[in-house]
């Protein structure tokens, strides 16, 4: 019950931190503008994206179950992924999308730190390739060598490359120092186990490589499906821009503010595109129109658990089994 009411708190804070933005956005922007915005989609774009949007997460999952070394059957991490992002986008109170997903990977492989090293491993590759997106797109831009223009972008790219690169290669000999050096510390056994499976990830940069590249192809192919949803409702920026602006976008939405970046990924892409000559009321219709797809795709994941006779809330014992 305590983890219950704790997922509920989360979620309550979570859900007023979109509120509170999309309130700001709706208060400083025309609503009749954006409004008109949706009218310029049509059904068949919108659902032809969404299918699109599902096959990227076909393969997002397969990426995962290359970095779990084919440990479950690719039909189990499939349903387990779907799983996560159906937690992660649709239920209130529900454990996080990475907690189900490990949660159901684990009650077919039973090994927690494999799991674990997997979800953070496939967690910061993913970042690592929209920092190396963000870099690359920013680059292309005409003012790129402008002075002044690398005060945000730069510093931020680095940041998450140094993250994933510390939580990949740093994490291993830092937890075996600390747990020798203190043996009484609490979780000695499980930040070892982890400590050794992610060595064991470690030591195989081609996987590591390969899979890096996979995720910059698949958030590519993002990108041009939010192109696509973006073009109709009137927004024409140059590629460049957008290939810098969508992963800092979408970076910055995962700071632990809303509902799946509800509302901040909207108003921080709208910030962004708008000095490319994009208007900001297009550019938050086209992102409200992306949410859409998101929430959409999470439904059909629940959809699949449930009937494969699944559940979305991950038992308290099932993660108490990751971390014994």
């Not at 009218?39 to 599902?54: D, H, Q, Y």
């Not at 084919?70 to 937690?87: D, I, Q, T, Y």
């Not at 993250?163 to 830092?174: N, R, T």
């Not at 041009?224 to 976008?249: K, M, Q, T, Y």
Request: glycine share 10%.
């Amino acid at each position: 019950m305590a983890v219950g009411r704790s997922a509920m708190r989360k979620w309550l804070i979570r859900a007023s931190g979109s509120a509170v933005v999309l309130g700001f956005i709706f208060w400083f922007l025309p609503k009749e503008a954006i409004l008109q915005g949706f009218t310029r989609l049509s059904w068949p774009l919108f659902l032809s994206v969404l299918g699109a949007f599902l096959l990227c997460h076909v393969a997002t999952a397969s990426k995962w179950w290359l970095l779990m070394e084919r440990a479950v059957s690719f039909p189990v991490a499939l349903r387990a992924h779907f799983a996560g992002l159906a937690a992660n986008l649709c239920l209130p109170g529900a454990a996080g999308g990475d907690a189900v997903r490990a949660g159901l990977a684990h009650a077919a492989l039973r090994d927690g730190p494999k799991v674990a090293a997997a979800a953070v491993g496939d967690r910061m590759i993913d970042l690592a390739a929209l920092a190396c997106l963000m870099l690359t797109g920013f680059m292309l831009l005409p003012e790129a060598g402008e002075p002044g223009e690398q005060g945000m972008v730069v510093p931020v790219a680095m940041a998450v490359l140094a993250l994933a690169a510390a939580a990949l290669f740093a994490f291993p000999p830092v937890a075996r120092l600390v747990w020798t050096r203190w043996p009484g510390l609490p979780a000695r056994g499980l930040a070892l186990r982890v400590a050794e499976a992610f060595g064991a990830l470690a030591k195989r940069p081609v996987l590591l490589l390969f899979t890096l590249v996979y995720s910059a192809a698949i958030q590519s192919v993002l990108i041009w499906l939010s192109i696509r949803l973006a073009e109709p409702v009137g927004v024409h920026v140059p590629f460049a821009a957008w290939f810098f602006a969508w992963p800092l976008a979408k970076i910055i939405a995962t700071l632990p503010l809303s509902l799946g970046g509800l509302g901040v990924r909207e108003g921080s892409l709208a910030a962004l595109l708008v000095p490319f000559g994009a208007a900001a009321p297009d550019v938050v219709a086209s992102g409200l129109a992306w949410q859409g797809i998101l929430y959409l795709a999470g439904a059909i994941g629940a959809l699949i658990l449930v009937l494969s006779g699944g559940r979305l809330q991950t038992r308290a014992t099932t993660l108490k089994e990751i971390s014994e």
